[in-house]
């Protein structure tokens, strides 16, 4: 299958804007600085980054009422005018993004400005993951991190960067389903229930994922079932992770006092990367922390585990 769009296109857009784009060049030379810590748990790790510049996506007001308020900021009309980008087909532009999380971290919105939502685009992400084999591929449902939840978008951030790229399979303990050259894992004991996909196949993974989606509870006056999802292409096969959830924020989002931690969980989290914009957050985050946070927010394993034995 031939690439429309390569990484090294991307690499060299990222170089052009950063040569003409002062907020983003300032924001990526911060990343260099930024300050990491590693939270030990059983079997794996979980990495906590002190990112100030993340205090737009963290804090973002996604009510309707402030959505149909603001100029919605992936909409060509909206963005910056220094900021360009790669078409990806007649669907989506490739951007980078100027509040990086990443060494490399792309925003890739489509043209059109419709809500989010993944099923009928699940294909387009797998796409993506193919062409951009150097990347990762984002995915946050409207209430789990999305920041724009009313104009469809993906983002993509430098592959080998997320813990559980290397970690899951240590987790996927049974195969579930198998359907032709894709398999279905449950993760067990990774503290954040999740699916993975594994498929040599695009219409296989596709297949296995609408499965899931049919599976999974739609909240009343909700669009679709909540989820997070990261997908790459690894030398012949997809993988793609799905986190389904049951909450936007966790409660210490709106806590009071010293129980507050400015936290909003999305893929990034999930793939084991917490970003806390606040110094005192990252000061005091702890492995008791995060336990809450995930067991509030995610879908435990036995549950995914009950989606499949009915």
Sequence with gaps: MKRIVTSAQVMGLLQEQLDVWELA????????????????????????????????????????????????????ENRPV???????????????????????????????HVDQRILNRFEDMLDLAYNLDEFTIFYNGPKCGASAPDHVHFQAGSKGFLPIEKEWKMFAESEVLEYQSAKLFILSKYLRGAFVIESESKESAVKLFERIYTSLEIKPGEGEPMMNILAWFDTDKWVICIFPRTLHRPSCYTAQGDDNILISPAAVDMGGVFITPLEKDFEKISVGNITDILQEVCIDEVKLQEIFSN
């Design 25 to 76: 060049r300032n924001n990526y030379e911060a990343l260099k600085q930024v300050r990491v810590k590693e939270l030990n748990f059983d079997r794996f790790k979980i990495n906590v980054q002190f990112n100030p510049a993340r205090i737009v996506s963290s804090s973002a007001k996604v009510d309707s009422k402030s959505i149909q308020e603001r100029k919605c900021f992936l909409c060509e």
């Design 82 to 112: 220094v900021q360009k980008g790669l078409s990806f087909r007649e669907d989506y532009i490739i951007l980078i993004n100027p509040f990086p999380i990443f060494p490399k971290h792309l925003t890739i919105p489509a043209y059109k």
